[in-house]
């Protein structure tokens, strides 16, 4: 049979190396764990940046078309205004003749028809006055407009650049934020082995059994 001291002794250190290992095994399984959040986090991460830069795509995508509609709005207002005068000439011109020729039968003084002429022509150009007016008004809407969706696309940039370093450190919380156990010092095990050497012997000593750890040398 095996003497208590030395089968003491050998319960503590079988009991430390299991410690050891299954210290160790928790920590390699830790460490599984761990690089496995951060695959996941950095997936997440990647989807979120995915979504951000669509959603930059979608902001684009939209500043240029409703930039495009106003640039084709302006050039279209334009074009009617032009129109528009052209029209108001050629009638003012036409009721102007008219009204000349009536005037000339009538054998009215020339005074009075250059009156006459002198306020179609008045008429004429506060029609077209206000043509040009109305499109000076509608052309300054335009660019008022398409500097607020240059702002707006320049705002909307800025906070999508926010939401990516908001995603990156969410990313960098979820990993760091998890802790497995930590890597068992070797030295230290080994330092406990010899201590439980150690227990085995003062157990032996408090038990009357020292003579177990002396070498017969008679």
Do not use: H, W
């Amino acid at each position: 049979m095996c003497d208590p001291a030395s089968a003491y002794a050998t319960l503590m250190v079988t009991q430390g190396i299991a410690s050891y290992v299954a210290q160790e095994q928790a920590y390699q399984e830790g460490q599984e764990l761990k690089r496995e959040n951060k695959k996941l986090a950095e997936q997440a991460y990647n989807l979120d940046l995915a979504q951000i830069d669509k959603r930059q795509d979608q902001e684009e995508e939209a500043f240029e078309l409703s930039q495009r509609q106003l640039e084709k709005k302006n050039i279209q207002e334009g074009v009617d205004a032009i129109v528009a005068k052209r029209r108001v000439e050629k009638e003012g011109e036409k009721a102007k003749g008219k009204a000349v020729g009536k005037l000339t039968a009538n054998m009215l003084s020339g005074n009075t028809v250059n009156a006459i002429i002198a306020d179609y022509d008045q008429q004429m150009l506060e029609r077209t006055g206000d043509i040009d007016l109305n499109r000076d008004r509608s052309k300054q809407m335009i660019a008022e407009q398409r500097g607020i969706n240059t702002r707006n696309l320049a705002m909307m940039s800025d906070q999508l650049k926010i939401s990516k370093k908001q995603a990156e450190a969410k990313m960098q919380d979820r990993i760091f934020s998890f802790r497995g156990p930590s890597k068992p010092d070797a030295l230290s095990a080994l330092l406990g082995l010899g201590g439980a050497g150690f227990k085995g012997y003062e157990y032996a000593k408090n038990t009357g059994q020292t003579k177990y750890f002396k070498r017969d040398i008679t």
